[in-house]
């Protein structure tokens, strides 16, 4: 029987097993795509989450990112980490990296979907496989969150994103967060000759007009586009609980709030350390707690961001309160990074 079945092989599924598998537990991941996976990604990787890859073992290539820069057009404001940099990568080059990693660890990652469902007492039999412990890794519109009778209701207005990249060397060793109207454009230095662009905001409108709203960074973007443009959405998402039975949820299928303040990937890391943690000392009850705490600080922060946002008269204030409280809008990035 395997210890840990992880459904799933995005950075949360892959993180989650290479940890179980280093405290003495048989992992095995089951993912449909063959790697290097790619998908719609701002791909800034906080302070914390350059630290959860270290701790692995991993150090995927991209460039360093020393803070966050916000801009409306008329004014910045910016904050520089203190804790060490972050890192723009390619979600495709960190997927390459984890996947090494955890082949190295001993981790089985075989090709397929998780589906069928069975637990009882003492084990979870899924599609065919045996295992103590079934861990949901499978994304932001998570199928066995949903199967499992763990989604909630989300009230919120939908928001989606889109990305591409752009042939061009980045300007800034930070993450720019333009402001406009209902959305935002995210750029992120990925390579010495590449930007990530992702734009947020309601569904409704194709990226090139979407980033219309921004004249300045798109007369900065005179390279041509380097990838097609990838889509998430609705963004939104919650469960009622991590822990049902001997099946745990982990990364974007834990719930997600937004891509607003950019902690996705770095939230999912740390939690699936968490989790594997939780099992191999034997109490995967204890998840639901570290989940919780972990996420606490993304979740309040990006909620009031979020809530300010969708309100006209706060949301064009968010950028001149940003410039004009520059220590408390550093302890914001610090406290998120």
Do not use: N
């Not at 991941?29 to 270290?54: I, N, T, Y």
């Not at 989300?154 to 994103?161: C, L, M, N, S, W």
């Not at 950028?319 to 998120?336: D, E, I, K, S, T």
Request: contains cysteine; charged residues 25%; hydrophobic residues 45%.
């Amino acid at each position: 029987m395997i210890d840990v079945l992880v459904a799933g092989g995005g950075p949360a599924g892959l993180a989650t097993a290479i940890c179980a598998a280093r405290a003495g537990l048989e992992a095995v991941v089951v993912e449909p795509r063959p790697g290097p996976v790619d998908k719609a990604c701002g791909e800034g990787l906080m302070p914390g989450g350059v630290a959860a890859l270290c701790d692995l073992g991993v150090a995927p290539a991209g460039r360093p990112l020393h803070g966050i820069r916000y801009l409306d057009g008329r004014r910045t404001a910016e904050a520089r980490f203190h804790d060490g940099a972050g890192r723009g990568v390619r979600r495709t080059e960190l997927h390459a990296a984890l996947l090494r990693c955890a082949r190295e660890a001993g981790v089985v990652v075989e090709p397929g979907r998780v589906r069928d469902v069975r637990q009882d007492g003492a084990s979870v039999t899924a599609d065919g496989r045996r295992a103590r412990w079934l861990v949901a890794a499978d994304g932001l519109h998570s199928p066995l969150r949903a199967a499992l009778g763990l989604d909630a209701p989300v009230r919120a207005p939908r928001r989606y994103g889109l990305r591409r990249h752009f042939r061009v060397a980045p300007w800034a060793d930070v993450v720019e967060v333009h402001w406009a109207g209902d959305g935002e454009a995210y750029v992120t230095p990925v390579a010495d000759d590449l930007v990530g662009v992702a734009v947020l905001g309601p569904s409704g409108r194709p990226y090139d007009d979407r980033l219309a709203d921004f004249p300045a960074l798109r007369a900065r973007l005179t390279g041509p586009p380097a990838t097609d443009v990838r889509g998430a959405g609705p963004l939104r998402r919650r469960a009622r609980r991590r822990v049902a039975g001997r099946v745990l949820l982990v990364g974007d299928a834990a719930g997600y709030t937004d891509a607003l303040t950019g902690e996705g990937v770095s939230l999912a890391l740390r939690s699936a350390a968490a989790l594997a943690a939780c099992l191999a000392a034997g109490r995967p009850e204890a998840y639901e707690g570290e989940w919780r705490a972990l996420s606490r600080r993304h979740r309040l922060l990006t909620g009031a961001l979020l809530r300010a946002r969708r309100r006209p008269v706060p949301g064009r204030l968010i950028v001149p309160a940003a410039h004009a409280l520059p220590a408390v809008f550093g302890l914001a990035v610090r406290a998120l990074a």
